[in-house]
């Protein structure tokens, strides 16, 4: 079955109408044209060759503007009838123009369950959708619960929004104030640094330290992180804080969009915990997400599977963060 079905993909052209509407028409293709970076083409791409997954993209178009108004990436393995969203990342993305009406939200994942099921027979889908703070989250939520998705994790993510008015002292307790003070005293320095091989090693050494000590696995290894860095340049960013040009808090973020920056990994090393640089270090990313006009930065979560760890959760509402609810929906189909 698994041949006939990648001989199938294979045959797929640009874009393969599957369905008509009066005025629109309903496509799946290998090509997304999103510009979240979890669900954009260049890195799908890049992660199907690496992850060996396979995605595709289901579009609908307005036929008389020829304007896409809708989409969304799956992504599967060819050993398992599991269709998932995104390949790798925080969170998918679904697209969705001011145009698009609740309803026609609602028949687009109707169609993409029937063409998976046509295609593949009995699947399974899952999608990581953005925290609430994102536009249209919600909208996608409630019709996908309508449609019969069931959730499969409650997380809760953290972000800041930094507004024009954003000052990042204004929300932190007065005791951590006077901890920022103090870095500033003893020459603590925060620094955006050039992106290449030998910063990004050095960065990522602090958090593979960090992770280490407190029992934590880094999700992806150095040379692994290397590579997506200089395939993605203008996505990765890396921040730290030094002392005496050592560096004790690093971070590697990645833009999401143009609103929207996002915490991969950070950490501080644990013999300087006591003074905590990583107050620096996210003072400083604020400050540098309010200079290049980013409206969010995005932590993540503090939930593992639906379950808290209240140490992080403490941590991030010390810091000022928002939370938001961030929802993985699920849904077997026969």
Not at 37 to 61: A, G, H
Not at 74 to 98: E, H, I, K, Y
Request: hydrophobic share 35%; aromatic share 12%.
């Amino acid at each position: 079955m698994w041949v006939a079905q990648q001989e199938l993909l294979r045959l797929l052209t640009m874009s393969e109408v599957i369905k008509r509407y009066t005025d629109r028409t309903f496509e799946v293709s290998d090509t997304s044209l999103s510009n979240n970076l979890f669900s954009r083409n260049d890195f799908l791409f890049y992660q199907s060759k690496t992850q060996k997954k396979k995605y595709l993209s289901f579009k609908l178009k307005n036929a008389n503007k020829n304007k896409i108004i809708f989409e969304c990436v799956f992504c599967f393995r060819s050993d398992n009838n599991l269709f998932f969203s995104p390949m790798t990342g925080a969170f998918s993305d679904v697209f969705q123009d001011a145009s698009l009406t609740p309803n026609m939200l609602n028949e687009c994942f109707i169609d993409i369950e029937q063409y998976l099921k046509d295609v593949y027979g009995n699947i399974s889908l899952s999608i990581a959708l953005p925290p609430l703070y994102f536009a249209n989250s919600s909208s996608v939520i409630n019709c996908l619960i309508n449609l019969g998705w069931i959730p499969g994790k409650y997380d809760v993510n953290y972000h800041f929004d930094i507004c024009d008015n954003f000052e990042f002292r204004s929300l932190i307790s007065s005791s951590k104030r006077k901890c920022l003070n103090k870095l500033n005293r003893n020459n603590y320095s925060f620094d955006s640094l050039e992106l290449n091989e030998f910063n990004v090693k050095s960065v990522y050494n602090i958090i593979s330290i960090n992770r280490t000590a407190l029992g934590y696995p880094v999700t992806m290894t150095e040379d692994s992180v290397v590579d997506l860095s200089e395939h993605f340049r203008h996505d990765v960013k890396l921040f730290c804080v030094h002392k005496d040009d050592v560096i004790v808090a690093s971070a590697i973020c990645l833009n999401i969009n143009e609103d929207t920056l996002y915490v991969f990994y950070w950490a501080e090393l644990p013999d300087k915990r006591a003074e905590s640089p990583i107050l620096a270090l996210a003072e400083g990313i604020t400050l540098y997400c309010k200079e290049n006009k980013i409206r969010y930065l995005d932590i993540g979560i503090s939930t593992e599977n639906s379950k808290p760890n209240y140490g992080l959760m403490n941590f991030k509402k010390q810091l000022g963060c928002i939370e938001s609810l961030k929802l993985t929906l699920t849904k077997g189909c026969q």
